[in-house]
């Protein structure tokens, strides 16, 4: 019997963007580059290993809003056309660094792998990737949990029960939809928590989620076998798991984790930022002269000491990472040793990361996950798990009542909430009050109305999303999130004055409802008070 | 940002994006100086960002870091209300120490509001209950009738707030809206190593934090200190 337990959860997640026209909006290429560098290459990984019959079992959240992009033809086909853009830059990169034997090297790299994510995307998955993780779901691989439909923070929702209820039904009914099964576990987005909330998690049957380490150390008292295993929170039947700091810091920071490694590869280094636009094309760089990053990156990490920037090799890596990994389990394997003196039983380690760190950002970071999970499944001491058996091997009756957190900087809210973004709250709230009002005034509307009222439903949903706010914050594409809050409080607005005057502009619906597509079976009596 | 961005720029659009960056005096600059000093702000601004971020709000930043240029604005957004007339006092607890409020008025109660600024007598009224002996007690801020929004310090940890919207007439008080109810969680590490049957080793050890970071007064009594391993942080294992 292993001695520690480690949960995986990989968190995929991305607010919904779709652009009427194809190429109006570069903020689709977050969904573009998530496809290309983590989630084609990572299934690529975790099917190699299930075929070659290493044990594995990894949490993850696919969030409502990723899912339906993922699921819907319109973006399917752009994701091609994605493919189709960067396959030809390859071809000219080859041949433009056919002088440079070691970028040349490179750009057959970049160019074999987009050739290989369109076969794996059409050949293999049906154009929809989900094909890919609801098969390893199946061969219990890997466990598929849901979060908020549009992945709002919870701490500010407090007051508004119903449209947290709103946004966990249909949460529950898209997963449903898309994985044929229902979820037992629960990512609280941003880690964000508020007391209250396991009781309405357990009205929908949800058995556990995770937080930040304060929801546990300041919480009614500290539990007894500190963070490292679950607690029945509240007066609840729903368990808390807590994430793990120091697990973090090894994956995450530039600094002091593994990514930062000199010889691993540079992110923010790109030909894009280099070469005319001409050469470029039309995917890179877009009509108003902004440019997006081509995935073609020639340097790595090199030292800031040094001047001249080192050109990747991505031949001597393979030692490092593999380093790496067996550093990893070495650090956790002597934390659960010391952790054995403290607890009761075998602790568990909670290692929540964000998918797209593995690939996107850490280039090496998928061999990295799968030299750690070989690693493992040959190891008698950590084994990795999902929540729900390790809360069907360990009873974890003590009852505390959790403090409200996230994993933002300080630990609460202010990422969401400043100066840059507050504007944003007294619109929401409105059209969230709005919206229970309208299924109010109308409960048993049919034909057009009732298209009215899903679709107001819907755009209610999208203004709650916690990236806009954090997207404001950030810097990156703040303009491109104001203007989303913006357009879902205006289509909101639009149908609730067209309803008040008791008419629905069908053409203006038709359009929004094709844009703004997702939850296509929502009913809007969710909202009802 | 790159270089060949800003140039495609009017000097026009130029002086905007500087303005917005807070160059000052850009209308005076050479439009080469201009591009640089843009390009200098937009560098300092995302590497202050970056520092100041801890490790899992970096890597949510690097998954919508696609773009070689940050996007400019030069256009306005489509109008939405800016008031949805209703009158209405709302509370969000952005931190254990920090609140942040807003409020609008309705059209029964605009007017009333304004003449109320007008005497220095429209206010919010913050309710404080002690949540551990059921005190109550509230102070009030002054607010003018053109402001929407505070951000206020809650100065107590384990209480309950919420706020009324005031105006002060002389036959007394009149409420125009009364917000949510919040709770202030504030906590700190000494209160619980000393309310529990834990010494601070072991506490850090079970929290996960053994070896984060030198407890250098060894008071321990401060909860920020949670933000300071979760900021920044030079970690090592535990022994």
Redesign the interface.
């Known amino acids: 019997m292993p001695k520690g337990y480690l949960i995986f959860e990989l968190n995929c997640h991305?607010p919904f963007v779709k652009s009427s026209t194809p190429g109006e909006y570069?903020e689709e290429?977050?969904l573009n580059?998530?496809i290309s560098n983590t989630y084609l290459p990572l299934l690529r990984t975790l099917r190699n290993l299930d075929t070659g019959s290493v044990p594995f079992k990894l949490t993850f959240t696919i969030s409502p809003t990723l899912a339906s992009m993922l699921a819907d033809p319109v973006l399917q086909e752009r994701f091609v056309s994605y493919l189709d853009s960067r396959i030809a830059l390859g071809e000219k990169e080859v041949e433009r660094t056919a002088s440079e034997p070691e970028k040349n090297k490179l750009a057959r790299m970049y160019l074999e792998a987009f050739l290989r994510n369109k076969t794996d995307f059409i050949s293999l998955y049906g154009m929809n990737i989900l094909n890919g993780f609801n098969e390893l779901q199946k061969n219990g691989k890997i466990n598929i949990i849901t979060t908020f439909a549009t992945h709002c923070y919870l701490?500010?929702f407090?007051?508004y029960t119903g449209s947290v209820e709103a946004q966990i039904f249909t949460a529950i009914e898209t997963h449903t939809t898309m994985f044929n099964s229902t979820p037992r576990g629960f990512w609280l987005p941003e880690l964000g928590y508020r007391?209250g909330i396991e009781l309405t998690l357990s009205k929908f049957k949800i058995d556990y989620f995770f937080t930040a380490?304060?929801a546990?150390?300041?919480g009614s008292?500290?539990?007894a076998?500190?963070?490292?295993a679950p607690v029945r929170v509240g007066e609840s039947d729903v368990y808390a798991f807590?994430r793990?700091?120091?697990s973090?810091?090894y994956v995450?920071?530039?600094d002091?984790?593994y990514p930062g490694d000199f010889a691993y590869r540079e992110?923010s280094h790109?030909i894009?930022?280099e070469l005319?636009?001409e050469y470029l094309g039309r995917s890179i760089v877009y009509p108003?002269?902004?440019?997006?990053?081509s995935g073609f990156k020639y340097y790595s990490n090199t030292d800031s000491c040094h001047d001249a920037k080192q050109i990747y090799d991505a031949g001597k890596v393979a030692d490092i990472v593999k380093n790496h990994a067996e550093n990893y389990i070495y650090?956790l394997k002597?934390?659960v040793k010391?952790?054995l003196r403290?607890?009761d039983r075998p602790p568990v380690i909670v290692c929540p990361?964000?998918a797209?760190?593995f690939g996107?950002?850490w280039y090496e970071g998928i061999d990295w996950l799968k030299a750690v999970i070989t690693e493992l499944a040959s190891d008698s001491e950590l084994s990795l798990i999902y929540p729900e058996d390790y809360l069907a091997k360990n009873k974890c009756e003590e009852n505390i009542s959790l403090?409200?957190s996230s994993?933002?900087?300080?630990?609460?809210?202010?990422?969401w909430?400043?100066g840059t973004n507050?504007w944003i709250?007294?619109?929401i709230?409105?059209i969230t009050?709005?919206m229970t009002e309208l299924a109010n005034r109308f409960p048993d509307e049919t034909g057009l109305k009732r298209r009215a009222l899903n679709h107001a439903a819907r755009e209610a949903l999208l203004t709650q999303a916690s990236d806009w706010p954090?997207?404001i914050k950030?810097?990156?594409?703040?303009?491109?999130a104001?203007?989303q809050i913006?357009?879902h409080?205006?289509n909101f607005?639009k149908i609730y004055n067209d309803l008040s005057g008791n008419t629905v502009d069908t053409e203006w619906l038709t359009n929004v409802e094709k844009k703004n597509s997702l939850f296509p079976d929502i009913d809007y009596h969710i909202f009802k008070g | 940002m790159?270089k060949?961005?800003l140039q495609?720029?009017s000097l026009s659009d130029l002086i905007t994006l500087a303005q917005q960056q807070g160059i000052i005096n850009p209308a005076d600059m050479e439009r080469e100086d201009l591009i640089d000093s843009i390009i200098d702000a937009f560098e300092e601004?995302?590497l202050e960002?970056l520092e100041?971020?801890?490790?899992?709000?970096?890597?949510?930043?690097?998954?919508?870091?696609?773009?070689?240029?940050?996007?400019?604005?030069l256009e306005k957004?489509?109008e939405?209300?800016d008031?949805?007339n209703?009158s209405k006092v709302?509370i969000?607890?952005?931190?254990?120490l920090m609140a942040?409020v807003?409020w609008?008025y309705g059209d029964s109660s605009r007017d009333i509001a304004q003449k109320c600024s007008r005497h220095n007598n429209l206010l919010l009224r913050v309710h404080e209950k002690n949540l551990s002996d059921n005190s109550e007690s509230f102070f009030d801020i002054p607010i003018k009738f053109e402001e929407?929004?505070w951000y206020i310090n809650l100065p107590s940890n384990g209480c309950q707030y919420y706020i009324e919207l005031i105006c002060q007439l002389t036959t007394g008080d009149k409420v125009l809206a009364t917000s949510?109810k919040?709770?202030s969680?504030?906590?700190i590490?000494r209160d619980?190593v000393s309310s529990?049957s834990?010494n601070r080793s072991?506490?850090l050890?079970?929290?996960?934090?053994?070896g984060?970071y030198d407890d250098e007064d060894g008071s321990g009594d401060n909860?920020?200190k949670?933000?300071s391993?979760?900021?920044t942080?030079?970690?090592r294992?535990?022994?």
């Open positions: 991305l570069p290429n977050w580059d998530a701490p500010f407090q007051s007391s380490v304060h546990f150390l300041f008292k500290v539990p076998n500190g963070i490292y807590c793990d700091l120091a973090s810091m995450l920071s530039q002091d984790g992110y790109d894009s930022g005319d636009s108003d002269g902004s440019r997006v990053k650090n002597k934390r010391k952790l403290y607890t990361y964000d797209q760190v996107h950002w403090s409200f994993c933002g900087n300080g630990g609460y809210s202010g990422d909430l400043n507050d709250y007294r619109h709230y409105s009050d709005k954090f997207i950030s810097g990156i594409a703040s303009p491109f104001s203007r913006n357009e409080v205006y607005l | 790159t060949n961005r495609s720029l601004s995302r960002k100041d971020d801890n490790w899992t709000i970096q890597s949510m930043y690097r998954k919508f870091d696609i773009f070689q240029d940050e996007e400019i604005s957004v489509a939405i209300p008031h949805f209703a709302e969000l607890l952005v931190n254990p942040f807003f609008e929407n929004k949510n919040i709770e969680p504030l906590k590490t619980i529990e834990i072991d506490f050890v079970l929290a996960g934090v053994y984060f909860s920020q949670i933000v391993f979760l900021n942080g030079s970690i294992e535990g022994e």
